[in-house]
């Protein structure tokens, strides 16, 4: 990849050399390497395997041999506005005036170039659009490959852009720069070959017909991608699958990541998936079965350090009394006048639910001894007097013990009610002025005198 453009009025980086490297497959035995005057941000191999288009920082797009790694073509789309021509002899220079350089100019990187299915044209993401470059209409560099002179490079850095190999050009409307283009490689249900160019938060999907792309009625699709409905922060990858499905992978907000999935027949979105991290490349299998994203490293948030980190509360003295487990906690926190009374209330209940509870355990295990010491009763003892059948012992005390238990509960349901109605006049009391802080007996002697009860 290549840094960011320095901003205006900043001294120029050193200059920043490219390598490319093209290796056997099956063996990783290296074909060839060869060294480029600029980084080289994308490179794809033609449709026939014949030939390696690269991209490069410097706004150059070259076109290689697969095999050797001679240089065929070099296309120019820096996007100068203003450039001299040494080779003009009508310029009006003479060798007494020589002709004055070229403003210093950022030239406009190529950051994505693909090749259509024919082989004959180059798609090219720059700037906020993919330009579509026509090889037939480029100048093919000299037999053999020579090595240029430093006059010779100098005067192809001050030549004109070659304008006469772009036949058309997609546009993002959001003008944000683009950063990757597609085009399909296999023909769909529709029998149409798509490009497509995504940049900013909008993606971009058009017919790709051999002569031209013309603008009215070949935009299947062009669109903001949003989230909901905060838009996406960058569009970053973009790919087919199987010639159509239009493949989108992007980045959100908070470091998130999404993958959006269209039709490529009507542009209509199919599915959204969330990503863990910004998505800036995928790629599709050729069975449109895989898909392939490379994700964003993000950093973790920094953990506080031990100067950040707050200060822990002040602990009581008593925490650090081992005389008893009680010291070793926290005191408790005050009770408020308010629930005290409720607070009694439920500690009574509480009493009295236990002491229910070892009634029932003591009568139980008292009719277990009963029934297990009791024989059992024979066949034919049943009395012939009565139509009843006499009671055995374990039956007795179960009765006993219900009996018992009912008593208890009514007993304390009374003394519930009675706690209750107890803590409601309390608060009526406190409600109504009585019961204030002051010796049991004495009254307020600012107070006014109470009314004489009815």
């Not at 307020?444 to 009314?451: K, Q, V």
């Amino acid at each position: 990849g290549a840094a960011p453009a320095p901003p205006p009025g900043t001294a120029p980086p050193a200059p920043r050399l490219g390598f490319v490297t093209c290796s056997t497959a099956l063996t990783g035995a290296r074909s060839f390497a060869t060294q480029r005057p600029a980084p080289v941000l994308s490179l794809e191999f033609s449709p026939d395997d014949t030939k390696l288009a690269l991209a490069r920082t410097d706004g150059f797009v070259e076109v290689v041999d697969g095999t050797t790694g001679d240089i065929l073509q070099r296309l120019r789309l820096r996007g100068f506005e203003e450039l001299y021509d040494h080779r003009a002899p009508f310029a009006g220079c003479t060798p007494d005036r020589p002709i004055p350089p070229r403003p210093p100019t950022t030239p406009t990187p190529c950051v994505g170039v693909v090749w259509t299915p024919q082989s004959s044209k180059l798609v090219v993401a720059r700037a906020s659009e993919a330009t579509i470059c026509d090889l037939n209409m480029a100048p093919c560099a000299p037999f053999g490959n020579p090595e240029a002179s430093l006059q010779e490079r100098q005067m192809e850095d001050e030549a004109a852009d070659d304008a006469q190999t772009v036949t058309r050009s997609l546009k993002l409307s959001c003008g944000s720069s683009a950063r990757s283009v597609a085009t399909t490689t296999t023909v769909g249900a529709t029998n149409q070959h798509f490009v497509a160019v995504c940049g900013g938060s909008r993606v971009v999907l058009a017919q790709l017909n051999e002569l031209a792309i013309e603008v009215n009625g070949d935009i299947v699709l062009d669109r903001a991608l949003t989230d909901g409905s905060k838009p996406w922060v960058s569009a970053c990858a973009v790919a087919f699958c199987s010639g159509i499905r239009l493949v989108v992978g992007g980045e959100l907000a908070e470091a998130q990541g999404a993958v959006a999935i269209f039709d490529c027949s009507n542009g209509n979105p199919l599915s959204t998936h969330r990503a863990r991290a910004p998505v800036l490349s995928l790629s599709v299998s050729a069975d449109g079965k895989t898909m392939a994203v490379g994700e964003k490293k993000t950093a973790p948030p920094p953990q506080p350090t031990v100067a950040d980190a707050p200060a822990p509360a002040p602990k009581d003295p008593k925490m650090f009394q081992f005389g008893s487990q009680e010291n070793l906690q926290a005191p408790a926190a005050p009770v408020p006048v308010e629930d005290e009374g409720p607070n009694l209330l439920k500690l009574v209940l509480d009493q009295h639910a236990q002491k229910l509870k070892k009634i029932l355990e003591d009568e139980f295990s008292s009719i277990a001894a009963a029934a297990a010491i009791a024989p059992a009763p024979a066949p034919d003892a049943m009395d012939t007097s009565s139509d009843q059948p006499s009671q055995p012992a374990a039956q007795q005390a179960l009765d006993r013990a219900k009996t018992k238990i009912a008593e208890t509960c009514e007993r304390h349901q009374e003394m519930v009610l009675q706690l209750f109605h107890a803590e409601r006049m309390v608060l009526e009391w406190r409600a109504h002025g009585f019961m204030q802080a002051g010796a049991e007996g004495e009254e307020d002697a600012a107070a006014p005198a109470a009314a004489p009860p009815p």
